[in-house]
């Protein structure tokens, strides 16, 4: 199961910013946030998946997109911060239905009332 749920926005001037996330007591740095928005930057500036391994965790994500090509909202990244031992390709199709929720629910704020619920569902994969 993983450890948590993790929403960043990218500022132009700022960098990375930490939106939102679940379960609450995760600590979240200020490099994790940028070296996951970086593995979608790096790649490509159209909406997909990367995933990277950290020193005690990896981490799927789903980016939205830059320009014409973005879904729901440009410049955020949808993360799951999974143990060191879990595979990020089971949890693609789930994160692709999560993301899809929570891009939706961004411009309202709504999305972080969703992120308790959202993780709950992660726990049974």
């Known amino acids: ?4 749920i993790l929403i960043i926005r990218w500022d132009n001037e700022i960098g990375p910013i930490n939106e939102g996330f679940y379960p609450e007591n995760l600590k979240i740095t200020n490099n994790l946030l940028t070296q996951v928005y970086s593995s979608h930057r790096y790649q490509s500036l159209k909406p997909g998946f990367a995933s990277i391994s950290l020193k005690n965790n990896k981490v799927v ?3 939205s997109g830059v320009g014409t090509d973005h879904i729901s909202i440009e410049n ?3 993360a799951l911060l999974l143990r060191r031992d879990e595979k990020p ?3 693609r199709e789930i994160l692709k239905t999560i993301a899809a929720e929570i891009l939706d629910k961004i411009p309202d704020g709504k999305f972080k009332k969703l992120l308790p619920d959202l993780y ?3 726990a049974k994969i």
């Open 1 to 4: 199961m993983p450890v948590g």
């Open 61 to 63: 994500s789903f980016f």
């Open 76 to 78: 955020y990244v949808v």
């Open 89 to 91: 390709t089971l949890y």
């Open 120 to 122: 709950k569902e992660l």
